[in-house]
């Protein structure tokens, strides 16, 4: 998920050949009913647009649109490690 438009998502997926589907929430809507925005966390230099950062939460949906795992961190400057990623991705097998 992302606030970037659903046309960026999109052409970020086909640029890395990805075989998935990334949802686009622009408003930040989802994200805040997720509890996923940081607010206030941009530096202060940060000018003409939000200072709210959202925490890059991982989350595994499947085919169903059930969600099977999350990775939520404390920090915007988290990330799920790719292994750890890799490995839940196995579970789901």
Known sequence: MSVDPPEA?????????LPM??????????MDA????H????????EGRSR???LPTT???DE??????????DTYRTRAPAS??????EKLD
């Open 64 to 73: 169903s649109r059930t969600i099977r795992w999350v990775y939520r961190p």
């Open 39 to 46: 607010r206030n966390a941009a530096p202060p230099f940060v």
């Open 9 to 17: 998502s999109d052409a970020l997926r086909r640029r890395l050949d």
């Open 59 to 61: 989350f595994l949906v």
């Open 52 to 54: 709210d950062l959202f």
């Open 84 to 89: 750890e990623v890799l490995a839940e991705i």
């Open 34 to 37: 997720l509890g996923v925005r």
């Open 21 to 30: 589907t990334f949802l686009s929430d622009p408003e930040g809507t989802l």
